[in-house]
T-cell receptor, first 118, second 115 residues
């Protein structure tokens, strides 16, 4: 079974600064998806960024980018120019590439609570 | 992105009663829906995977007779908490996906309080 580990329960960053959230995972599969989700105080889960394991290029979405190290099974999230609205719980998640039903399951890490200081 | 709704957003019930929570995919047909439970400041815990027209697959430790899941159509799944007790109080989140998607779309969640 796959596992996802987020070793930082809490992080803080000054507004406009950069912060990196860590995520490691364990799998025997060669192809898979990795995700970062944001859960603000409203508790609505929001997809931040997605990485497909077969792609060597790191995914980027505006101020959010990842450092995907497949051999090390590491998938960190970098938030640049942090904004007050970035304050939230961030979850790293893993999904297999198989099709149908339970293959679409997400395995979540325990989350990192990010505080943005003005 | 695709939109998933949940109803109700909050519900308070008395111990021993049953509560039904609806999850709807509003702009796509969801072949698979998931139900999660989340305690404060914790991660999402998958309860079950629901495929349209078939029985739900429950995760280990989840009581299938207590948490009844029905996925009757490609746009609707329901979670019924039967004979609810205070320890069932939690935040319940559903998500939906389909074969051509590689991500899940989450509903806004339902806060259940059992008195």
């Amino acid at each position: 079974a796959q596992t996802v580990t987020q070793s930082q329960p809490e992080m803080s960053v000054q507004e406009a600064e950069t912060v990196t959230l860590s995520c490691t995972y364990d799998t025997s599969e060669s192809d898979y998806y990795l995700f970062w989700y944001k859960q603000p105080p409203s508790r609505q889960m929001i997809l931040v960024i997605r990485q497909e394991a077969y792609k060597q290029q790191n995914a980027t979405e505006n101020r959010f980018s990842v450092n995907f190290q497949k051999a090390a099974k590491s998938f960190s999230l970098k938030i640049s120019d942090s904004q007050l609205g970035d304050a939230a719980m961030y979850f790293c998640a893993y999904r297999s590439t198989g099709s149908g039903g339970s293959n679409y399951k997400l395995t979540f890490g325990k989350g990192t609570l990010l505080t943005v200081n003005p | 992105g695709a939109v998933v709704s949940q109803h109700p957003s909050r519900v308070i019930c008395k111990s021993g009663t049953s509560v039904k929570i609806e999850c709807r995919s509003l702009d796509f047909q969801a072949t698979t829906m998931f139900w999660y439970r989340q305690f404060p400041k914790q991660s999402l815990m998958l309860m079950a995977t629901s495929n349209e027209g078939s029985k739900a697959t429950y995760e280990q430790g989840v009581e299938k007779d207590k948490f009844l899941i029905n996925h009757a159509s490609l746009t609707l799944s329901t979670l019924t908490v039967t004979s609810a007790h205070p320890e069932d109080s939690s935040f319940y989140i559903c998500s939906a996906t389909r074969d051509s998607y590689n991500e899940q779309f989450f509903g806004p969640g339902t806060r259940l309080t059992v008195l």
